[in-house]
């Protein structure tokens, strides 16, 4: 496995409101990430089966934890994660250092942003998997982001991501709970999450609470906020025009179904050209 790495990128709770945009929601929350979404695999088949049309090497952006990125490796592929994280990161680095040499080998990870991000290498395949886009908060930022894509894939090669299909009518006053799960050392974990709405600006706010408790210890919460710039279907068609792509494909799931008004994601699939 190579990796590269960027300058550190830190939190810290005593940050004022004017700073929580540019906190990175991911540095506290990293470790529970994959309790939730470890197990999720529908997309995974459903960018394998890209790869498989395209072949190698693939690009994921917004990498994370490898959860996408590991079984890719393992598949065969050879794979590079770009994230922002250096906490997302590190989790990636100690899952891929279990694997076997061979994966390993597969495997290249780069510590920085999407937007501005510099690879010698150009790829058949680059995706943005599970929601990622929407990290990017402004018209400038996701066209920045996908003109680098771009520029770094081969002549024809593709590029494809998933959102949500955004649900406007969620009601802001209720916390959800998405469910409560036992760690390997105890821990007991119940994940809430609450959600308020900004349509002027297009974005929304997620707020996640993790409730950490074990049975001889007092409860400690985690919290952690993230604001997301969700997409409607036809924008982002256009915007992937405007940066040099063809939609070729649009999906309403994993599996290849049509995209409908009950749809709960939008896929896309866009060729350079
Ligand atoms: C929802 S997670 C997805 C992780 C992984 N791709 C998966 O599907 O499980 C989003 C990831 O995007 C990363 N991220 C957000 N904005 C980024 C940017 N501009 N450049 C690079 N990484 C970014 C975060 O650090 C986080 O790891």
Redesign the pocket.
Same mark, same amino acid.
């Given at each position: 496995m190579n990796t590269s790495r960027a300058g550190e990128s830190s939190f810290d709770a005593s940050d004022t409101s004017a700073d929580r945009e540019m906190l +990175?929601p $991911?540095e506290a929350s990293a470790r529970y $990430?994959d309790l939730w979404?470890e197990d999720f695999h529908d997309?995974v088949e459903f960018y394998l089966r890209l790869a498989e049309r395209t072949g190698g090497p693939v690009l =994921?952006? &917004?990498? @994370?934890?490898g959860? %996408? #990125?590991i079984p890719f490796a393992r598949a065969g592929f050879e794979i590079t994660g %770009?994230?922002?994280?250096a906490t &997302?990161m590190d989790r990636c680095t100690t899952k891929v250092s279990f694997e076997r040499a061979d994966v390993q080998q597969r495997i290249e990870l780069h510590h @920085? +942003?999407? =937007?501005d991000?510099k690879l010698d290498r150009k790829y058949r395949l680059a995706f943005?998997?599970?929601?990622?886009f929407l990290? #990017?908060l402004t018209t400038a +930022?996701q066209e920045k982001?996908l003109h680098n894509v771009r520029d770094h894939l081969e002549g024809g090669g593709l590029f494809s991501f998933a959102v949500f299909s955004p649900r406007l009518d969620r009601p802001e006053h209720l916390v959800r709970h998405r469910g409560t799960r036992v760690t390997t050392q105890g821990e007991i974990i119940s994940w809430f999450e609450a959600q308020t709405f900004d349509q002027g600006n297009q974005r929304t706010t997620v707020t996640y609470f993790y409730d950490v408790s074990r049975q001889d210890k007092p409860m400690r919460r985690v919290t952690t906020e993230f604001t997301l710039r969700y997409l409607f279907y036809r924008e982002a068609q256009e915007l992937l025009s405007r940066c040099g792509f063809e939609v070729i494909e649009t999906y309403g799931d994993y599996r290849g179904g049509e995209f409908t008004a009950t749809s709960p994601i939008m896929a896309f699939v866009a060729r350079k050209t």
């Open positions: +990175d $991911y $990430y979404h997309d =994921e952006c &917004m990498s @994370g934890t959860r %996408v #990125l %770009v994230d922002r994280s &997302m @920085g +942003d999407v =937007e991000i943005m998997p599970f929601n990622s990290h #990017l +930022d982001a």
